[in-house]
């Protein structure tokens, strides 16, 4: 039963966030073969100028190792 928390740089729209959804879903169910009843997905809006705080410094940046998509930028 995936669940997917995807956060991001707040200022998308409503018809964005459900097409990343419907990507996502369709991903999931792709990759590890599961059914769209299980899988679930949020999208939690960050503020921009909290990006690092919030995000990046405590939850990529840590992890780093452990990451299967690594960022290809480093904050300022």
Request: glycine letters at 6%; proline letters at 7%; hydrophobic letters at 35%.
């Amino acid at each position: 039963m995936p669940h997917v928390v995807v956060k991001m740089k707040e200022g998308r729209s409503e018809e964005q966030k459900q097409q990343l959804t419907e990507l996502v879903t369709k991903a999931i169910m792709d990759g590890i073969g599961c059914k769209e009843s299980s899988v679930s997905v949020a999208i939690v809006d960050i503020p921009s100028d909290d990006w690092t705080a919030a995000v990046y410094r405590t939850e990529i940046e840590p992890q780093m190792d452990t990451l299967y998509k690594k960022p290809g930028y480093k904050p300022d």
